[in-house]
């Protein structure tokens, strides 16, 4: 695997588009007609939400191989590299063919008047070169995570779609989806195909089940809700895996997964629950063959353990209020009383004064940075900050240099949780899986 290729193919990405989000399906309509459509040529399952999507994709396609069929995996962002947003069968497309699809978008757009005032966004451009390169892969299915809501999310283009998935809802990119969560809830809802299929992950009963339930029926769409429907009677985590039974009709299921976490039975039961359905009409996609699929899922940067000569170091992506409180009740079981380091920070554009307060009830200290290479990341002394208004275990301190940051976490403690943005999660496991890291 050729890193700087991937880079490469980032970079053009990057030169090809127009910078920043600017919602409505105009522009990816637009290029797809001009590509004849490759959207129609292979079935997809579509998976939206706030928390819980990458995970929740990554099982569903691990069972879709583990049942003999050949699948594509689409999620953002990657972590460490640019080929792990696209997987057939497993395997990132090469660099070589990312390259060729946005070579091709690049004549089209170019050459098109429509463009000219209103060039595609970085997403747009990777999602129709996405669907492209999936629609020449022989795909059997593709499982397809949304990048931000739903209704004018680029990955809503897609014509083939077989079953919606969606995840747990939160608040979250509030001056795109709304300021309520119903608002927000209704555009990753606007998703669901008249006659289809639909997963809802549910929310313990709450008003969004309820609205979930009448836009299937008014839609004539079959769901399942999957809180309501296949409720967990128990759950065990430990750094190995995640052990859970679910009650259906009378009957326990015993179920295991890879990934760690208590919030990670709520992902697998909601994975378990759309093969289920997507039974109807994949008929290899057997009993065995999700259990065994969810037992093998390998999903980087969600309560990922790293090697380093230093101490323990664990990733997560957890970035808002929701994600933050579903890590905070797994670290607790796993650690109890022992005290730890945090390495944190955050993107600016999120609520992390309540990612913080729910991060305290941790026997920690946290260690604040930033990455200078980010413009949207916060600043170190911005975190500190709004850090010591909070009680913590030990004082907070702040490094510019995140490098240096881990350094003084790893000297004060045998456990460092790096955690708060998903760009911290793929700095970190960059630096730490080089050959020549200082903390290998």
């Known amino acids: 695997m050729n890193l700087k290729s991937y880079e490469e193919v980032d970079s053009y990405l990057t030169t090809l588009s127009n910078p920043g989000i600017n919602p409505g399906l105009e522009r990816v309509s637009m290029l797809l007609d001009l590509l004849d459509n490759p959207e129609v040529r292979f079935p997809a399952v579509h998976v939206v939400g706030t928390n819980g999507k990458g995970s929740t994709s990554a099982m569903i396609d691990r069972c879709f191989r583990e049942a003999g069929y050949r699948s594509a995996l689409y999620t953002s962002p990657h972590l460490v590299h640019f080929g792990e947003r696209l997987t057939v069968n497993g395997v990132p497309v090469s660099s070589d063919k990312w390259m060729d699809a946005l070579k091709r978008l690049e004549s089209i757009v170019d050459s098109n008047v429509f463009f000219d005032d209103d060039r595609p966004t970085y997403f747009e451009l990777l999602t129709v070169a996405a669907i492209l390169i999936m629609s020449e892969s022989d795909l059997d299915v593709a499982i397809v ?43 990753k809802f606007a998703v669901i195909r008249p006659g289809n299929r639909a997963v809802f992950a549910g929310d313990d009963g709450g008003k969004l089940s309820d609205q979930f339930i009448a836009l299937c029926d008014k839609l004539g769409a079959s769901y399942v809700v999957a809180d309501r429907d296949y409720p967990i009677t128990s759950i065990e985590t430990d750094f190995c895996g995640t052990g859970f039974e679910i009650l259906h009709q009378g009957k326990v299921e015993s179920i295991r997964t890879s990934l760690v976490g208590r919030y990670q039975a709520r992902n697998g039961r909601l994975a378990y629950v759309s093969c289920k359905k997507l039974q109807e009409i994949f008929p290899k996609m057997t009993d065995k063959a999700v259990l065994g699929g969810l037992a093998d899922t390998v999903w980087p940067g969600r309560l990922e353990v790293l090697p380093s000569s230093k101490g323990t170091v664990l990733v997560d992506g957890a970035h808002n209020p929701h994600g933050m409180r579903a890590l905070v009740e797994t670290i607790l079981e796993l ?3 022992l005290e730890i380091g945090v390495l944190y920070t955050s993107m600016n554009d999120k609520d992390y004064d309540s990612v913080l307060e729910i991060l305290s009830k941790i026997p920690c200290r946290i260690f604040c940075t930033t990455l200078p290479d980010n413009p949207r990341c916060a600043s170190s002394g911005e975190v500190l900050d709004k850090a010591r208004r909070l009680d913590w275990s030990s004082p907070p301190e702040a490094f510019d240099d995140p490098a240096e940051a881990l350094e003084r976490a790893l000297e004060s403690f045998p456990l460092v949780l790096c955690c ?11 630096l730490l899986k080089k050959n020549d890291s200082p903390f290998r």
């Open 145 to 187: 995570e949304a990048g931000m809501g739903g209704r004018l999310d680029a990955t809503n283009r897609l014509a083939n779609v077989v079953l919606s998935v969606v995840t747990p809802i939160a608040m979250d990119h509030c001056e795109y989806l709304g300021n309520t969560l119903e608002a927000v809830a209704s555009e």
């Open 335 to 337: 650690i109890g009383d």
């Open 420 to 430: 708060g943005s998903l760009y911290l999660v793929a700095w970190v496991s960059g």
